[in-house]
């Protein structure tokens, strides 16, 4: 787990604008749903045969007996909001949260114990035009972040009839190799095999490879509809790559899956994954509902942006208020609110804890503001505060405090400052 830093702050800012305005625009609303959530809940959702379920939720139990779980993904806890709030009577959501998640997994690049998500839903349509819309959407936002190193990967899994089937294939597969296989796929096997296609195992690589392959088992329903979606993200200019090996590793997934993956961030290279979990919502006992979505790693694309050069940076103030006197201090600190109030998300820092005038022309200096407002009781005496701009070669001018803020208005746009 990790601390975010104010110097590294801006590129989660930008991030959370860039997507916050493309979720906005493609009209889906934010939810918010628990940190904690009861255990059942993922068993049931993500699968007990899951690495999440078995090795990396942090889980315990409360005063009371129940057994409680920090979430490690957010999809099963909005389709638990969804059922317990009532939202689904005929409805068509487009929801999305964000926030912390937990997994007791092997940090590695863009990967901590704490991470953060988006996850991004969209409930009770069931063609693959919202897939493919979902797709384009990550596709504008890598456009929009100036992130160029990330790749899209594409499956179908078919319904559960279909994987029921490809189950069969796959564990009279395996046991004519069981011997080959490592303690945790031998365990898996006769629970769920197709999670034996998720192992990281080097050593299955050869083995897994040789597996039946998924697409040769998919129901014609799911054929039509993958071929639907990928005619329409061909008509878009969306490049994918098809991969049958991607199943995901999470049990609610049906029919398509995607991920977004990237060369730039290890041996972990998903960035954004996703796809259809039609069968969750009625598995935890709502009505059926079809439903499509993904999930984006804070942490990982973060890390791409500032490979890619595009972090935004922490915008510095505007003004920086010096002051020095002791009538000239507790004047500029009001002077400080009425200009908040005259120019609203502009920043102005006020120098705080004293220092002579060289000592405070240094702090702002550093704070990165345009201009510095000056007061000492000399000036106070006459009604009149001095301005100085701190990004140019200029000189210190004079204004009475009655007309600062439309002055201090106007030579901001004279510096071409602006508060976007």
Known sequence: MNDVLPAEIGAWQHLERVLGGLLHDYGYEELRVPVVEHTELFKRSIGEYTDIVEKEMYTFEDSGGDSLTLRPEATAGIARAAISNGLLRGARLKLWTA???????RPQAGRFRQFHQFSVEAIGFPGPDVDAELIALGARLWQRLGVTRVRLVLNSLGTSAARAQYRGALQTYFQAHEAALDA???????????????????ALRALIEGAPVLTDYLDEESRQHFAALRTMLDGLGVTYTINPRLVRGLDYYSRTVFEWISDALGAQ?????????????SQLGGEATPAVGFALGIERVVELIRQAGTAGQSRPPAVYVIANGALAEPRALQLAEQLREA???QGVQMNLGGGSFKTQFRRADRSGACLALILGDAELDRGMVALKPLRREAGQSECPLPDLPARVQKMLQEESWTST
């Open 343 to 345: 120019l609203p998300g």
């Open 99 to 105: 926030g912390p998640m937990f997994r007791h997994e």
């Open 184 to 202: 945790d796929s031998r365990r898996r096997l006769q629970g769920n095999p197709l999670r034996i296609l998720d192992s990281k195992n080097p």
């Open 269 to 281: 290279d998903a960035v954004c994954s996703g796809g259809r979990y039609d069968g969750l919502i």
